[in-house]
């Protein structure tokens, strides 16, 4: 997507993103395939992806911006949690009303050098913009959904709480659009084994002070310490502790990831809610089967089949089926060796980077706690928290 924040112009934005599609390959070439997929039914769709942390979303995230990025794309956008509330307001705002209305918080009128500071901040020049998958038009406009193949990243505590107070209520409004004009819309999330859940939270967030530097500061408590403020705190990901604010945090360093004090010892109060909003997504992944739910992901949205390698591209057969042949044009090669916009990631959650690294003080002491170093008392432990 063209980002607002970058002031990056449309037209231009989406010409260099159709020019870095091609891969190497042959501007003849990919116009041809392009004019043949433009020539198949492919109605609008919707994926809201709600990312809940250390499950492997980030590696879902990467497959989105694959399969808008490929030679043969099958998705117009990805929208990063970073730019989704954006998005959504523009195009979805009559649907979700009152959370797309900015606040404006209350404060005397700024006077003398004031004035200039405290001046609100203007508009970006440009808007959010959908480029089309099929050549290097952007799809402008509010109605721009209507044209367009879109996933949407939930993430952050913030992005999470808009989804739940905001976006959920509204899906059978947003279905209904869809529907109207011969989409649909897909929910979808991903869950994790809740004890890797927990030891993953630790590795990337473990408890320290934000005033010492990462090349000294250690962790201000123990594994096991920890633990009994991370009660219940996959589920506390999925519930709104009060509007706008969920039951699992992240700050203040010095607690890491933790449950809010209401959820401490209360954590069968927060299940059934976790559970009934899990209920509600179309589809919903664990993070051992992560292929299995792209699988589900693409069967849902119709996406066509990502058959082609990087060295084919797709070719419309008499029958009206799509068919992979070789493309003569050879794909580029990046200077390690890996090959261009066409490679596809590994699907591996174990590919996301961490919080902390093999350099900081904190690094060892951190990883030396593991399921096997544990006792008996605390893995029984550890299993009635999670």
Excluded at 51 to 71: L, S, Y
Excluded at 257 to 276: F, N, V, W, Y
Aim: one cysteine or more; hydrophobic letters at 40%.
């Amino acid at each position: 997507m063209c980002n607002a924040r970058t002031g990056c112009q449309p037209v231009p934005c989406c010409a260099q993103q159709h020019a870095a599609r091609l891969g190497g390959g042959g501007r003849e070439s990919y116009n041809h395939t392009a004019y043949l997929l433009a020539q198949l039914p492919e109605p609008p769709t919707l994926l809201l992806f709600y990312h809940i942390e250390k499950t492997g979303g980030t590696a879902v995230m990467a497959w989105m911006v694959r399969n808008v990025q490929r030679k043969t794309p099958r998705l117009d956008a990805a929208v990063p949690y970073s730019e989704t509330t954006t998005f959504m307001c523009s195009q979805f705002g009559a649907v979700l009303g009152g959370a797309c209305v900015p606040a404006r918080p209350r404060r005397p009128a700024p006077t003398g050098r004031d004035r200039e500071r405290l001046a609100p901040t203007p508009e970006p020049k440009f808007p959010l913009t959908i480029c089309n998958r099929h050549g290097a038009a952007p799809l402008l406009g509010s109605d721009a959904w209507k044209r367009a193949r879109v996933a949407v990243e939930f993430h952050t505590p913030g992005v999470q709480a808009f989804y739940i107070g905001s976006v959920e209520p509204a899906l059978p409004q947003l279905r209904e659009l869809y529907r109207a004009v011969g989409g649909r819309v897909v929910t979808a999330t991903l869950v994790r084994e809740p004890v890797s859940h927990v030891f993953s939270a630790w590795y990337m967030w473990p408890p320290v002070q934000s005033n010492e530097p990462s090349a000294t500061r250690l962790p201000v408590e123990n594994f096991t310490a920890w633990a009994e403020s991370v009660e219940a705190a996959q589920a506390g990901l999925l519930v709104l502790e009060k509007p706008g604010v969920m039951h699992t945090r992240f700050g203040p360093m010095r607690r890491g990831m933790h449950s809010s004090d209401t959820t401490q010892g209360k954590r069968c109060s927060i299940l059934p809610d976790a559970r009934a909003r899990l209920a509600r997504f179309d589809l919903v992944g664990v993070t051992s089967c992560l292929p299995s739910l792209l699988r589900a992901v693409e069967a849902r949205l119709g996406l066509q089949p990502a058959l082609c390698t990087a060295r084919q591209r797709y070719r419309l057969a008499a029958n009206g089926s799509l068919a992979c042949v070789q493309d003569l044009a050879r794909p580029k090669r990046r200077a390690g060796g890996g090959l261009g916009n066409d490679r596809l990631l590994d699907y591996s959650p174990h590919n996301v980077p961490s919080a902390i690294h093999a350099g900081d003080a904190v690094y060892a002491p951190v990883h030396a706690w593991r399921w096997a170093a544990l006792r008996p008392l605390e893995r029984a432990r550890l299993l009635e928290l999670t």
